[in-house]
């Protein structure tokens, strides 16, 4: 099993940035990707983004391409993501994951969670 912590959540202004980090710890070395999913009020969970961390491969839900970017330190057992001209849309509590089979934006291809982390933009 695979214990994920995210940090880096706040309040921001529409237009403004913020930056999430999660890191990993136990038996990290069965896992092969992580991701970043949302959930905002009353609504189901989101993918965001997807990584491989032992290639270069990355996906990106439509919502977000061009303004998020995910990023890994393997070293670290860390993932990031960059999130750049957020709107009040972006309002979620945002959540790291880690899986074993594929990169993908789909809750059921994860087997670990973290706590989340609450990211609100105002307008």
């Known amino acids: 099993q695979v214990q994920l912590v995210e940090f880096g959540g706040g309040s921001v202004q529409a237009g403004g940035s913020l930056k999430l980090s999660c890191s990993a710890s136990?038996?990290?070395?069965?896992?092969?990707?992580m991701a970043w999913f949302r959930q905002a009020p009353g609504k189901e969970r989101e993918g965001v983004a997807c990584i491989a961390l032992r290639s270069r491969f990355t996906a990106y839900a439509d919502s977000v391409k061009g303004r998020f970017t995910i990023s890994r330190d393997n070293a670290n057992y860390t993932i990031y993501l960059q999130m750049n001209s957020l709107n009040p849309e972006d309002t979620a509590v945002y959540y790291c994951?880690?899986?074993?089979?594929?990169?993908?934006?789909?809750?059921?291809?994860?087997?670990?969670w973290g706590q989340g982390t609450q990211v609100t933009v105002s307008s």
């Open positions: 136990g038996y990290t070395a069965s896992r092969n990707y």
């Open positions: 994951a880690a899986g074993s089979w594929a990169c993908a934006l789909s809750v059921a291809r994860y087997d670990d």
